[in-house]
């Protein structure tokens, strides 16, 4: 499998099939390897390209106190999109669509369409005074106490119960899903530091403007709900869909449905080029 090297951590990622190439991107605690029924959906004719944000999946750790910033993944996202060096299709799911921004913006002459899974642009809640603001900020606090406590599988355990809305959730997931959510934990610690910082405007998003597909699960938390609806709000080229039946990971729970409208989506941009 392809390998990078970025400020000196190995950056893995799969790069799979020919054709109109799509980069996907996945969220806190996962991994490319949750892209993979969603890509066999998607068919053929297609370039897919799914990367694991530094500390995740199978690219290099990030442990226990090293410090996380957003820049760190804006610098894999950026060496990724030159080492294609071809127009791309963005996909990405929740903080995927968050830590790769300012590298889509930056790289918005490559970019052809995006198609985003719930982004969890937390700071335009604050941005608007949207009261719905104070649900991440209470995930965020409990989250990064119980790790200062030591409780890595605490904090892990609040974190997925919360998003799924059901106590035992955590519990509940594969050995091997857990695992992988293990090792993006330490670095989730300073995204809920990073990313609820009140310095975000709405107005950011407006760019790239590219056509976009807005993707939200029928049922899953008010905040993405209230999220989507702001981010639609400045996009001029904008669709929405929801995933009927579908929480907060629906892109993998719903992988047939996300991948089949993901792929009408980017059909329509290419037969408009």
Not at 7 to 22: A, K, S
Not at 82 to 93: A, L, M, Q, T, Y
Not at 113 to 131: G, I
Request: hydrophobic share 40%; glycine share 12%; proline share 6%.
């Amino acid at each position: 499998m392809p390998n990078l090297i970025v400020n000196g951590d190995r950056l893995h990622f799969t790069d799979e099939g020919d054709g109109t190439v799509v980069l996907l991107v996945h969220g806190s605690c996962g991994g490319s390897a949750q892209w993979r029924r969603f890509s066999e959906f998607l068919g053929p004719g297609y370039r897919k390209i799914a990367v694991d944000l530094p500390g995740m999946g199978d690219s290099d750790p990030y442990p226990l106190g090293r410090v996380w910033t957003s820049d760190v993944d804006v610098a894999a996202i950026a060496a990724v999109i030159e080492h294609i060096s071809e127009p791309i299709h963005f996909v990405g799911h929740s903080g995927g669509c968050l830590f790769s921004w300012k590298a889509l913006q930056a790289h918005a002459v490559r970019l052809q369409s995006l198609t985003l899974f719930e982004p969890v642009f937390f700071d335009v809640l604050h941005d608007v005074d949207d009261p719905l603001h104070a649900w991440p900020r209470q995930m965020a606090d409990g989250y990064r106490g119980l790790v200062d406590a030591g409780d890595l599988e605490g904090a892990l355990s609040n974190f997925v119960d919360g998003w799924a809305g059901a106590e035992g959730a955590w519990a509940s997931l594969p050995a091997k899903v857990q695992d992988m959510m293990r090792k993006g934990g330490p670095r989730l610690y300073f995204e809920w530091g990073e990313r609820l910082t009140p310095d975000g405007k709405l107005e950011d998003l407006a760019e790239p403007a590219v056509p976009t597909l807005l993707v939200e699960g029928s049922r899953t938390h008010a905040v993405m709900n209230a999220i989507c609806g702001h981010f639609a709000s400045v996009r001029p080229d904008v669709k929405r869909l929801k995933l009927k039946g579908a929480g907060h990971m629906g892109p993998f729970t719903h992988a047939e449905e996300a991948a089949t409208a993901t792929r009408a989506h980017i059909a329509e941009v290419v037969a408009g080029i």
